[in-house]
């Protein structure tokens, strides 16, 4: 059972604009959600991550939109830069079950110049 | 500072061989998960310890997989009679542990395993 639902799978988007990526979910006991960035070869780094008692939050270029009642939460990122480009991840977890992470499929995003 | 560590970065092993991961994770860190990536999918959840007690392995996908840290720092995770299923990216994460709390996960570079 896939719990949490990621599209699309790539977008390619011009320097300077805006990339969105959206994830859905199913449980709704799960109370955190962070966004992952990963780089070939790496490790997924957080990239900012929201609560579903806050409806937006924004750090620098990167914007979180979460609507509870829909299930639903997206990633907006501004300004888009090649160094962007990358696998964006979403996730889920919940206090009560440890806070392993439930990842979504990824979105690869190439940023051209 | 330090990050999460993790060796060997590349492992090729036989089918039927067995083999041992190891992850280093922050120190002070009291949480540690495992996880397994497959190639171009996000990483799934295999197994979770609070300090050295493993809390959670539920996603441990079969008995030939068994993960311990004895010493509540480093972790081992090890894989018995590999298949070619097996082969993907593990990837070790480590947080503060804080009770009650929700805290950022660290994760290590991965160890890539292939197996033929």
């Known amino acids: 059972q896939q719990q949490v639902k990621q599209s699309p799978q790539s977008l390619i988007v011009q320097k300077g604009g805006i990339s969105i990526i959206n994830c859905a979910y199913e449980n709704t006991a799960f109370d955190y959600f962070p966004w992952y960035q990963q780089f070939p070869g790496k490790g997924p780094a957080l990239l900012i991550a929201i609560r579903p008692d806050v409806s937006e939050k924004k750090e620098g270029r990167f914007t979180i939109s979460f609507n509870k009642s829909a299930k639903q939460f997206s990633l907006h990122i501004m300004d888009s830069q090649p160094g962007d480009s990358a696998t964006y991840f979403c996730a889920a977890s919940m206090r009560a079950a440890g806070n392993k992470l439930t990842f979504g499929g990824g979105t690869r995003v190439l940023v051209k110049p | 500072g330090a990050g999460v560590s993790q060796s060997p970065r590349y492992k090729v092993a036989k089918r039927g061989q067995d083999v041992a991961l190891r992850c280093d994770p922050i120190s002070g860190h009291v949480s540690l998960f495992w996880y397994q990536q497959a190639l171009g999918q996000g990483p799934e959840f295999l197994t979770y310890f609070q300090n050295e007690a493993q809390l959670d392995k539920s996603g441990l996908p079969s008995d030939r997989f068994f993960a311990e840290r004895p010493e509540g720092s480093v972790s081992t995770l090890k894989i018995q009679r590999t298949q070619q299923e097996d082969s993907a990216v593990y990837l070790c994460?480590?947080?503060?542990?804080?009770?009650?709390?929700?805290?950022?996960?660290?994760f290590g570079p991965g160890t890539r395993l292939l197996v033929l």
């Open positions: 994460a480590s947080s503060l542990g804080l009770a009650g709390g929700q805290e950022t996960q660290y």
